[in-house]
């Protein structure tokens, strides 16, 4: 009889079914029940916009800072990793923006692509640790979770219509559209996962039990990249399936993380307090205000769009020459940038013995 591998749940396997593993597919489902209204427009509802970009997308990054400069003893050895690397990151960034402000977006766009991608690839690790695979079947799985990304980044690229941007208009490189190349890259979509599915099943057959979890990733991520980039072409979809998809799953790893922790240490501290009593409410309102005032002043600086939503910075509206943005976007785009590169060492380091994150 095929029963579930019950031993692969890194916490909590409520919160991790809510969190992590069902998000994509709820998206998704979310979009048949829309209004056509959604799929055509240029331009969100301004509550929408809010929730998305600014509460999940940027709130997501400063869930960050829950694994860094909260947590003392990590900070206290490993300083020359969490002061040096902003310094590094700032300077590189200015020059990059002093050249050209579109190399500095494209930069930053593809490193954004590369931090998506291996985040799905962190859960797939995670979830398949305790498996007793071949070095084969590992290498199947690593296809198909880059697969079943970089492919439809690969579409997106010549298909020369897309309606959405990661972050501006050209910050991706475009080609001629190529029906030859988009064909050929939803067919190998299919075929990685059509690969994927047959291996997993000789696995299943001959251990007599299925891991949920790592198929929910593949699956989940599958249709999230698909419907998101190759199927609509809607800024809208591109936008939800994007940021919610990538952001909610991260602050539940996060949130995951400081719980176990909590439970682990004996000390009082304010990451005990966060994880403490009104929990929830106390690791979600910073992360929600640190992004709601960065996103002030990207508005005020530099965007110019959304003034409704940060009335009061609208004093600070102005327009600025290009040398003083040299600095400012740069600066702006520090936490974010921080993130994507800091995300690679956190759930490496090793704290002290209670710390679970080495198996990522």
Same mark, same amino acid.
């Given at each position: 009889?095929?029963?579930?591998?019950?031993?692969?749940?890194?916490?909590?396997?409520? &919160?991790?079914?809510?969190? =992590?593993? +069902?998000?994509? *597919?709820?998206? /998704? %489902? #979310?979009? !048949?029940?829309?209004?056509?209204?959604?799929?055509?427009?240029?331009?969100?509802?301004?509550?929408?916009?809010?929730?998305?970009?600014?509460?999940?997308?940027?709130?997501?990054?400063?869930?960050?800072?829950?694994?860094?400069?909260?947590?003392?003893?990590?900070?206290?050895?490993?300083?020359?990793?969490?002061?040096?690397?902003?310094?590094?990151?700032?300077?590189?960034? &200015?020059?990059?923006?002093? =050249?050209? +402000?579109?190399? *500095?977006?494209? /930069? %930053? #766009?593809? !490193?954004?692509?590369?931090?998506?991608?291996?985040?799905?690839?962190?859960?797939?690790?995670?979830?398949?640790?305790?498996?007793?695979?071949?070095?084969?079947?590992?290498?199947?799985?690593?296809?198909?979770?880059?697969?079943?990304?970089?492919?439809?980044?690969?579409?997106?690229?010549?298909?020369?219509?897309?309606?959405?941007?990661?972050?501006?208009?050209?910050?991706?490189?475009?080609?001629?559209?190529?029906?030859?190349?988009?064909?050929?890259?939803? %067919?190998?979509? !299919?075929?990685?996962?059509?690969?994927?599915?047959?291996?997993?099943?000789?696995?299943?057959?001959?251990?007599?039990?299925?891991?949920?979890?790592?198929?929910?990733?593949?699956?989940?991520?599958?249709?999230?990249?698909?419907?998101?980039?190759?199927?609509?072409?809607?800024?809208?979809?591109?936008?939800?399936?994007?940021?919610?998809?990538?952001?909610?799953?991260?602050?539940?790893?996060?949130?995951?993380?400081?719980?176990?922790?909590?439970?682990?240490?004996?000390?009082?501290?304010?990451?005990?307090?966060?994880?403490?009593?009104?929990?929830?409410?106390?690791?979600?309102?910073?992360?929600?205000?640190?992004?709601?005032?960065?996103?002030?002043?990207?508005?005020?600086?530099?965007?110019?769009?959304?003034?409704?939503?940060?009335?009061?910075?609208?004093?600070?509206?102005?327009?600025?020459?290009?040398?003083?943005?040299?600095?400012?976007?740069?600066?702006?785009?520090?936490?974010?940038?921080?993130?994507?590169?800091?995300?690679?060492?956190?759930?490496?380091?090793?704290?002290?013995?209670?710390?679970?994150?080495?198996?990522?």
């Amino acid at each position: 009889m095929i029963r579930p591998q019950e031993h692969n749940w890194i916490g909590n396997s409520k &919160v991790e079914v809510i969190g =992590i593993l +069902s998000v994509s *597919f709820l998206c /998704c %489902l #979310a979009l !048949f029940f829309l209004p056509n209204y959604f799929f055509e427009t240029d331009f969100f509802p301004e509550q929408i916009w809010l929730f998305l970009v600014v509460f999940v997308d940027v709130g997501h990054v400063y869930s960050t800072i829950y694994r860094t400069y909260i947590d003392k003893q990590l900070v206290s050895k490993h300083q020359n990793l969490f002061f040096g690397l902003p310094v590094l990151l700032f300077a590189l960034s &200015v020059l990059l923006h002093s =050249i050209s +402000s579109i190399l *500095f977006w494209r /930069c %930053l #766009a593809y !490193f954004a692509v590369y931090h998506f991608i291996r985040q799905q690839y962190g859960f797939l690790r995670i979830y398949s640790r305790k498996n007793t695979y071949s070095k084969f079947k590992h290498y199947i799985d690593s296809v198909t979770i880059y697969g079943v990304t970089i492919l439809p980044i690969i579409y997106w690229h010549f298909s020369g219509n897309r309606k959405f941007n990661w972050f501006l208009k050209n910050d991706f490189f475009q080609f001629s559209t190529n029906e030859w190349i988009l064909n050929s890259t939803i %067919l190998l979509i !299919f075929l990685v996962l059509i690969i994927y599915f047959i291996s997993e099943g000789f696995e299943v057959f001959k251990s007599q039990q299925i891991n949920y979890q790592k198929n929910a990733i593949v699956i989940g991520t599958a249709l999230s990249w698909f419907i998101g980039i190759v199927y609509y072409n809607s800024d809208f979809v591109f936008t939800l399936l994007n940021v919610v998809c990538h952001g909610v799953p991260y602050m539940t790893l996060v949130w995951i993380h400081g719980k176990k922790t909590h439970v682990v240490s004996n000390e009082t501290n304010v990451l005990n307090l966060i994880y403490g009593k009104f929990s929830m409410l106390l690791f979600l309102l910073p992360i929600v205000f640190f992004a709601y005032i960065e996103e002030s002043f990207w508005d005020a600086f530099v965007w110019h769009e959304h003034n409704t939503s940060f009335i009061i910075f609208d004093s600070f509206n102005v327009s600025l020459s290009k040398n003083v943005l040299n600095i400012i976007v740069p600066l702006l785009a520090l936490p974010q940038l921080f993130h994507y590169v800091i995300d690679g060492f956190i759930w490496k380091i090793k704290v002290d013995k209670f710390n679970w994150t080495n198996i990522l």
